[in-house]
Every structure is written in C-alpha cells, then in structure tokens.
C-alpha cells in the first residue's frame, strides 16, 4: 500500500489498467476476490475514498470522481476500465463524463448515480430498519460531532444497515455467508467510527443521472435482485440511458455483488475486459 495525496492505494499484476471503485459503506477490502482475479492479466489498482480506510481524512471539499482521475495521474495510467460498486459506480460515470478518452469501459455494480432522487418509501425504510436502532437524540448528536459514539451504537447501526442493504431488506441476513457478513459490518464500523467523530466532508458531483447519454464508454451493469428496490431501479436507468449498456442480474444478491457473489461477478468481468479494444 502506497499513499498518493492522502489516499491509500495498492496495485497488483501487471497489463491493462483497471481500477476498482469502492461502494460508499465500505473501503478497497471488498474487491479482494476481484483482485486475485484479475491481477493475473491486469493491472489492478484498488484505492480508499477520502475519509475511508486507510486515507487521510478530506482537508476540505472532496470531489470524489477528481481524485479518481488524480490517483490514475499519479500511477502514469492514461486509460483505464473502471469498475464501481454504489456511489463507486457513480463516480467512475462522473469520471467518463469529465474526461471520455481516459475511460475504455464501465462497470457499474450496483450503482448510485448523482443527480437520482431516492424515492420518499426508501429514506422511510432506512430511518425503521437503520437509523432507528440508535436512539435519535444520539443519532444526531453522533452525526453533528457533538459526541462521543458509543462502541454499542455504533455496532447496532453497521449491523442494521448491513442487514437491510448488503443482506437485502426482503431476506434474513443469516442467508449472508458469516465471512461476508464480518467483513461488511466491519467495513462499515470503521467508517461509521471515524464519520461520527470527524468533520462532515462538502461533497462535489456533476449530477450526472441528466448526462448519460454523453456516456460512451462501453458499460456493463450488474444489479442484485435482491438489493433495495431503489437502487435496482438506478441500475434500470443506468442500463437504459447509456447506449448499448448490458444489464446483468444476480439473484440472492444483495448491495455488494463482489463479495456476495464472486464467482459470477468475476466471470462478468472477463468477459467484459476482453470485449473492450486495448492498444
């Protein structure tokens, strides 16, 4: 692991550049199936958000898709495929957009998309399942820095949130594999440990649900039939407002397709790779 800028960054193999974009509930753990995978024909990168992992916390304003272009920069990588899981997925669209000729193709897994309005019947969703099992007046506190987090808060909130997203809201999250359940709410824990006990970053994006058909990277959308209902539907616009776009679905899958299911997620990348023209 290197750090670039304050962002913590690691490459594996060597070929042509893919760079992997972690979802907004976890850091670059969640692609080590993915890695091991590709490293033998690609050049991997993996890297943590400003704020996650092992990255620095943001010194001010964080334009996510800015310091995508900038790691690729740094590692002298002038096109890449880039592959994003949640709002990893939206700021690797927000990266092809800001400049097309550093792109050779998207994967967007489970994606969010700036610019989308999540539907009033999922925020009420999220406060019953999620924000609910920490009492509010703490809540609040917690998300204005205005205390402490308690240990058990925090572990009853990435349990919560881990249940209702990466399990799904409509299965039991005993169905999860135990390895992956441990790593996401262990992902989530450290992120929710140090988001509740730093200052809020101002985050900048280029809406860009209004601007997909600019899009000309080939793309390849994976979607989890049984993530949030909401977030299927962003892969649905996803497939239909960007030209040519694949849509995959996995069943028994929830928010987080790489670690859930690798096997899949892997050979839908390979094929997708080896799809995409490389000088």
């Given amino acids: 692991m290197k750090k670039i800028d304050g962002l913590a960054v690691e490459e594996h193999g060597d070929g042509p550049a893919v760079v992997l974009v972690h979802a907004g509930i976890a850091d670059r753990r969640m692609w080590h199936h993915q890695v091991a995978h590709l490293a033998p024909t690609h050049r991997v990168i993996t890297y943590d958000w400003r704020g996650h992992g092992d990255s620095d916390d943001p010194p001010g304003p964080v334009t996510h898709h800015l ?18 899981c949640s709002m990893g997925g939206s700021y690797a669209v927000e990266a092809a957009l800001a400049q097309p000729h550093r792109v050779r193709g998207l994967a967007l897994i489970s994606s969010g998309l700036s610019g989308h309005t999540w539907p009033p019947e999922m925020i009420a969703q999220v406060r019953e399942r999620v924000h609910a099992v920490v009492p509010a007046e703490r809540l609040a506190a917690y998300r204005e820095r205005r205390a402490v987090p308690r240990p058990a808060d925090v572990a009853a909130y990435a349990r919560a949130h881990t249940a209702w997203q990466v399990a799904g809201p409509d299965r039991d999250p005993a169905e999860l594999d ?102």
């Fill in 67 to 84: 310091d995508l272009l900038a790691v690729m920069d740094a590692l002298g990588v002038q096109r890449a495929a880039l592959v994003g």
């Fill in 178 to 279: 135990p390895q992956v359940w441990e790593l996401a709410v262990d992902m989530l824990t450290r992120l929710l440990t140090r988001q509740w006990s730093a200052p809020a970053p101002v985050e900048h994006d280029l809406a860009a649900e209004a601007r997909l058909g600019e899009v000309t990277a080939p793309t390849l959308v994976i979607n989890g039939l049984d993530d949030v209902p909401a977030i299927q539907e962003v892969s649905a616009v996803l497939a239909r407002g960007i030209a040519g776009a694949r849509r995959v679905d996995l069943p028994g899958t929830g928010h987080l397709p790489p670690l859930q299911r690798p096997a899949e997620v892997n050979a839908a990348l390979s094929a997708w790779l080896r799809s995409l023209r490389w000088p």
